[in-house]
């Protein structure tokens, strides 16, 4: 565009780092291409609009907070997930955030959270990124921070789009709006995303593209053959004409879930092989599922949504232990039991059957030695949604997901299963050059026969 317009001003909006170093790579100096939170640390942080710390944390812990605000004892992991909640949420006012607020909490909560809200405000203790974001946003929308008017706006996966960027999309000066995503591509709805596409049906021109820039022509065919015959009948997927014995220099292990992608860890950790992770999650979200199983027990305090559902399940198991112990002898069978079509417990058990606890214990603990040093990348499919690497792993994790859900009539399949499915295109449709170990897929002339196993990859 700028080679015709040289004066334009593109602006391009990006899930993750990742995906934002590889469309500034793409695009050159053609576009301004920044993930949300780059956008926000630019006009919050580096314009010092607000006396914020330049200490920024990805999360808060009880250490962070100054003495002078006062929390009765045991709420402070709630106040902190109201903090949280809230700088996540579509909100930009905490009272009517509060007013919405659909999980059970102590009133005695509120006000504390405010004044961490205003500690963070004022420099009393350090921010987090969502908190900047927050301010990013209330600005953005109330017209407090006013950005100079670009000639094009484009969001990208605006199929998984958060409250927060439609909010800053809609209110962003532009002279031209452009949403890009794949709806087959819609993964995050459980996060509270939302399809930016549903939102403005109907406003505006769209256009359908078919031809992947990321995809192989030797492996859009099979892909293209599995979504029409369990996706959309009518899906169309092209891939590109790269040269053949292409240099492979990223190659990316794409799992299921966390616990599967521990398990990788473990296996190259054993061979000695370097590798990266792909996301930045908290080493405490990473391994949540195996140590919720190796250490269960009754009355643990959970403030994450997903595991205090687990813990109470654990909780009525010890309280009705003498009626239940027959059929289930143990919590952890119970807990199964009542989850059974949960993936992350699945991986978790599979995880603990097949490793030592010390051996997940070192994974955690070695976990800051994998720096970005390697090309061998560990990911979930929901982190490497947006990227693309030379060669993908399909993990047998990913294959087993969509199984039996491969047997079941179309007209019998729940909308879970339909996600497991997209889950499973995606993962697929990361792959450049090669294609390893997608069950499902068709390759027209696979490059080689390496398998899925650490063994296989590196020897």
Same mark, same amino acid.
């Given at each position: 565009?700028?080679?015709?317009?040289?004066?334009?001003?593109?602006?391009?909006?990006?899930?993750?780092?990742?995906?934002?170093?590889?469309?500034?790579?793409?695009?050159?100096?053609?576009?301004?291409?920044?993930?949300?939170?780059?956008?926000?640390?630019?006009?919050?942080?580096?314009?010092?609009?607000?006396?914020?710390?330049?200490?920024?944390?990805?999360?808060?812990?009880?250490?962070?907070? %100054?003495?002078?605000?006062?929390? %009765?004892?045991?709420?402070?992991?709630?106040?902190?997930?109201?903090?949280?909640?809230?700088?996540?949420?579509?909100?930009?006012?905490?009272? &009517?955030?509060?007013?919405?607020?659909?999980?059970?909490?102590?009133?005695?909560?509120?006000? %504390?959270?405010?004044?961490?809200?205003?500690?963070?405000?004022?420099?009393?203790?350090?921010?987090?990124?969502?908190?900047?974001?927050?301010?990013y946003h209330k600005g953005i929308t109330n017209g407090t921070i006013q950005p100079t008017e670009v000639d094009i706006l484009?969001?990208?996966?605006?199929?998984?789009?958060? =409250?927060?960027?439609?909010?800053?999309?809609?209110?962003? =000066?532009?002279?031209?709006?452009?949403?890009?995503?794949?709806?087959?591509?819609?993964?995050?709805?459980?996060?509270?995303?939302?399809?930016?596409?549903?939102?403005?049906?109907?406003?505006?021109?769209?256009?359908?593209?078919?031809?992947?820039?990321?995809? &192989?022509?030797?492996?859009?065919?099979?892909?293209?053959?599995?979504?029409?015959?369990?996706?959309? +009948?009518?899906?169309?997927?092209?891939?590109?004409?790269?040269?053949?014995? =292409?240099?492979?220099?990223?190659?990316?292990?794409?799992?299921?879930?966390?616990?599967?992608?521990?398990?990788?860890?473990?296996?190259?950790?054993?061979?000695?092989?370097?590798?990266?992770?792909?996301?930045?999650?908290?080493?405490?979200?990473?391994?949540?599922?195996?140590?919720?199983?190796?250490?269960?027990? =009754?009355?643990?305090?959970?403030?994450?949504?997903?595991?205090?559902?687990?813990?109470?399940?654990?909780?009525?198991?010890?309280?009705?232990?003498?009626?239940?112990?027959?059929?289930?002898?143990? +919590?952890?069978?119970?807990?199964?039991?009542?989850?059974?079509?949960?993936?992350?417990?699945?991986?978790?058990?599979?995880?603990?059957?097949?490793?030592?606890?010390?051996?997940?214990?070192?994974?955690?603990?070695?976990?800051?030695?994998?720096?970005?040093? &390697?090309?061998?990348?560990?990911?979930?499919?929901?982190?490497?949604?947006?990227?693309?690497?030379?060669?993908?792993?399909?993990?047998?994790?990913?294959?087993? &997901?969509?199984?039996?859900?491969?047997?079941?009539?179309?007209?019998?399949?729940?909308?879970?299963?339909?996600?497991?499915?997209?889950?499973?295109?995606?993962?697929?449709?990361?792959?450049?050059?090669?294609?390893?170990?997608?069950?499902?897929?068709?390759?027209?002339? +696979?490059?080689?026969?390496?398998?899925?196993?650490?063994?296989?990859?590196f020897n």
């Amino acid at each position: 565009m700028q080679a015709i317009y040289p004066n334009s001003i593109f602006k391009y909006i990006i899930f993750g780092n990742v995906a934002a170093q590889e469309a500034r790579d793409a695009f050159g100096t053609t576009a301004q291409c920044s993930t949300i939170h780059a956008m926000a640390y630019q006009a919050i942080i580096k314009q010092r609009m607000y006396p914020l710390q330049s200490t920024i944390r990805s999360f808060l812990s009880w250490k962070d907070i %100054p003495k002078s605000i006062s929390i %009765p004892w045991g709420d402070t992991p709630e106040v902190l997930e109201l903090v949280s909640s809230y700088n996540d949420s579509g909100s930009t006012s905490f009272t &009517s955030f509060i007013a919405s607020y659909d999980e059970p909490f102590k009133q005695s909560s509120i006000e %504390p959270a405010k004044q961490v809200l205003q500690a963070m405000l004022s420099g009393a203790m350090p921010s987090t990124h969502a908190f900047y974001l927050k301010l990013y946003h209330k600005g953005i929308t109330n017209g407090t921070i006013q950005p100079t008017e670009v000639d094009i706006l484009a969001l990208d996966e605006a199929q998984d789009a958060t =409250p927060i960027m439609l909010d800053i999309f809609e209110h962003y =000066p532009a002279k031209q709006k452009i949403m890009v995503g794949d709806s087959a591509q819609s993964l995050f709805d459980f996060m509270g995303c939302i399809n930016g596409f549903e939102v403005y049906r109907n406003q505006g021109t769209t256009v359908h593209l078919s031809r992947s820039f990321r995809v &192989s022509n030797l492996i859009a065919p099979g892909v293209q053959q599995f979504c029409q015959e369990q996706i959309d +009948p009518d899906m169309e997927f092209i891939g590109m004409d790269y040269p053949a014995n =292409p240099t492979i220099t990223t190659t990316g292990i794409i799992t299921r879930t966390n616990s599967e992608l521990v398990e990788q860890m473990i296996e190259l950790n054993k061979h000695g092989k370097p590798y990266q992770l792909l996301s930045k999650a908290k080493a405490n979200q990473l391994f949540q599922y195996p140590e919720f199983f190796m250490f269960i027990s =009754p009355n643990r305090k959970y403030y994450d949504h997903d595991m205090k559902v687990l813990q109470h399940d654990v909780d009525y198991y010890f309280a009705n232990q003498s009626s239940l112990v027959k059929e289930y002898p143990t +919590p952890t069978s119970f807990v199964i039991a009542q989850n059974e079509d949960n993936p992350n417990i699945k991986s978790a058990i599979n995880l603990l059957n097949k490793f030592d606890r010390d051996e997940i214990i070192e994974a955690k603990a070695n976990l800051d030695k994998h720096k970005a040093t &390697s090309n061998t990348i560990l990911g979930t499919c929901h982190a490497f949604k947006g990227c693309s690497i030379d060669r993908a792993i399909i993990t047998d994790g990913l294959n087993d &997901s969509v199984a039996d859900i491969l047997d079941l009539p179309l007209n019998q399949r729940t909308k879970q299963d339909r996600v497991e499915l997209l889950i499973h295109y995606v993962a697929c449709t990361r792959a450049r050059y090669e294609l390893v170990n997608a069950k499902f897929i068709d390759i027209l002339e +696979p490059t080689n026969d390496i398998g899925s196993t650490v063994d296989q990859l590196f020897n």
